[in-house]
């Protein structure tokens, strides 16, 4: 016989997996191919303000570096401000030497003397932005650019609807976790943004329009550096999204576990705070298509995890007094772990978990590596 807990597991795993399952596939037929409806125009050369927050980057600094300086646009109209935090290991050594070799690019170096973290030593870099800037890219030392990804960019702003652009993200290093996780995000990030934007922004690459920035502000909330950004913009009334025709590789370095728990956060902090950030400085705006969005990406990532948290805690508790059929379904579930998407779906839901009772507790600003 198949008792109530059973039945009850059975409806909650079942609702955790069709709802993310239902939208993917219907962003990936019904949206990604779509053409973009956004004017472009490669005509349009505003100046970009390039900002490179640094913390002990060595190792990827003078690459960085090159990647800018080999640009297809035109190097007169870019300004790059490296943003560090008392680098300890040779960064700014290295960027002065660089710059002694490459004076034709504008390339301002910004100094704190003690580590406050990414956000803000971004924030405080605003303030060192020409006044005739149009766009500002943040841009982390270990993504690496193909050398059209600064004019691609570009073009998109030409519409003036389009607040922010962020990148797909691909990794120089085989991960066949990463590779998961960016390849089922890469298509629903990039869809949403053709509908109209996506709350979710991506640290290695992402792009607002400056002006929004000046009168606006951006979030400064701790784990704010990255997602939050996009809800942002869109939350004030423009259209913030990832597209897909701009290559940015990032290498895998350090502890990814550590990593991929910070991420977890930074997409809780972001559901969890930016709609009543902007609401709270006024800023909000009412958006029909975004808020559908937000809705369903709020509820993937706030409240789907516990569905199969508790589906499976009933499971464990109906198999324990004695539910061969509660067994057999555990049995079933973990089986399935030996394929990669599926583990790593369950693992992404650990992961949001985890970041969400420390959120309570605790907030980081700064990360080791
Ligand atoms: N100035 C400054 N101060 N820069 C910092 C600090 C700091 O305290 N900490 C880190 N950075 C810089 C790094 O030098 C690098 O350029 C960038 O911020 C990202 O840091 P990584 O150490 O490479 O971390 P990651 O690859 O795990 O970062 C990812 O997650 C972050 C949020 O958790 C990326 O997606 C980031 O873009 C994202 O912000
Ligand atoms: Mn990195």
């Not at 504008?106 to 766009?135: F, Q, T």
């Not at 691609?152 to 993200?169: E, H, L, Q, R």
């Not at 499971?315 to 007094?321: C, F, G, K, M, R």
Request: proline letters at 4%; charged letters at 20%; aromatic letters at 12%.
């Amino acid at each position: 016989m198949i008792d109530a807990l059973t039945v009850l597991a059975l409806i909650l795993v079942l609702a955790h997996f069709s709802f993310p399952l239902a939208y993917y596939h219907y962003l990936k037929k019904k949206w990604l191919n779509k053409p973009w409806d956004v004017r472009r125009d490669p005509r349009y050369k505003p100046r970009v303000s390039i900002i490179v927050p640094t913390y002990n980057e060595v190792e990827f600094i003078r690459k960085k570096l090159n990647d800018i300086y080999v640009q297809d646009y035109p190097r007169g109209l870019i300004e790059v401000i490296i943003a560090d935090s008392g680098s300890e290991d040779g960064t700014l050594e290295a960027v002065k030497e660089w710059m002694l070799d490459h004076t034709d690019l504008n390339l301002k170096l910004m100094v704190d003397p003690g580590r406050k973290g990414k956000l803000y030593a971004l924030l405080k870099a605003l303030n060192y932005i020409s006044p005739d800037s149009e766009i500002v890219v943040f841009t982390d030392a270990d993504a690496f650019w193909e050398p059209s990804a600064l004019s691609k960019m570009v073009s998109y702003f030409v519409d003036p609807n389009v607040g922010s652009v962020t990148a797909c993200i691909y990794y120089t290093d085989v991960d066949i976790h990463e590779e998961a996780y960016r390849n089922y995000y890469n298509v629903v990030r990039v869809a949403e943004s053709k509908i109209y934007a996506t709350p979710v922004h991506n640290g290695p690459f992402l792009a607002i329009r400056a002006d929004l920035l000046m009168k606006h502000g951006l979030p400064d909330f701790p784990g704010s550096d990255d997602s939050s950004f996009g809800s942002f913009i869109a939350f004030i009334g423009y259209r913030a999204i990832q597209v897909d025709d701009i290559v940015v590789k990032e290498p895998i370095r350090g502890s990814q576990v550590r990593r991929r728990i910070r991420r977890a956060y930074h997409l809780i902090i972001n559901f969890m705070t930016t709609k009543k950030y902007a609401k709270r400085r006024g800023v909000y705006k009412y958006n029909s298509a975004f808020e559908r969005i937000w809705r369903i990406e709020w509820w993937l990532h706030i409240v789907n995890p516990w569905l199969l948290l508790i589906s499976v805690t009933l499971l464990v508790l109906s198999a324990v007094s004695g539910s061969l059929i509660a067994l057999a379904l555990i049995g079933a579930g973990s089986a399935l772990l030996v394929l990669n998407i599926y583990r790593v779906w369950i693992l992404q839901q650990v992961y949001l978990i985890v970041a969400m009772l420390r959120s309570s507790w605790t907030k980081e600003v700064m990360w080791r590596r």
